[in-house]
């Protein structure tokens, strides 16, 4: 059984960089099967992918997001991490660390989401 669970600060000041951890269970994050993933959702919005991590190291992220973000990974812990930088209150959302498999490009495993408020 698969298992993503985020952990983060809930509550982050405005320029400050927020850093968020995915332990992932079940599954190896050097696995070249799929892609680990971090998705927002910010209040009244849709879901908006930030970017993801192969199993290679690989780091791809969305071109929006590319100047602030930074997505690295601990294999001895099988953890991700997401940094978001500079952070500003439209940041405000709940995150998500998602799995993406590489056959449909489905994401068929989420965590429970952490909800993180930029504000001071």
């Known amino acids: 059984q698969v298992q993503l669970q985020e952990s983060g600060p809930g509550l982050v000041k405005p320029s400050q960089t927020l850093s968020l951890t995915c332990a992932v269970s079940?599954?190896?994050?050097?696995?070249?099967?799929?892609?680990w993933s971090w998705i927002r959702q910010s209040p009244g919005k849709g879901l908006e992918w930030m970017g993801h991590?192969?199993?290679?190291?690989?780091?791809y992220y969305s071109p929006s997001l590319a100047s602030r973000a930074s997505i690295s990974r601990d294999t001895d812990k099988n953890q991700i991490t997401l940094q978001l930088n500079s952070v500003i209150p439209e940041d405000t959302a709940t995150y998500y660390c998602?799995?993406?498999?590489?056959?449909?490009?489905?994401?068929?495993?989420w965590g429970q989401g952490t909800q993180v408020t930029v504000s001071s």
């Open positions: 998602v799995r993406r498999e590489n056959t449909w490009h489905s994401y068929d495993y």
């Open positions: 079940g599954d190896s994050i050097t696995s070249t099967y799929y892609y």
């Open positions: 991590i192969l199993g290679s190291g690989n780091t």
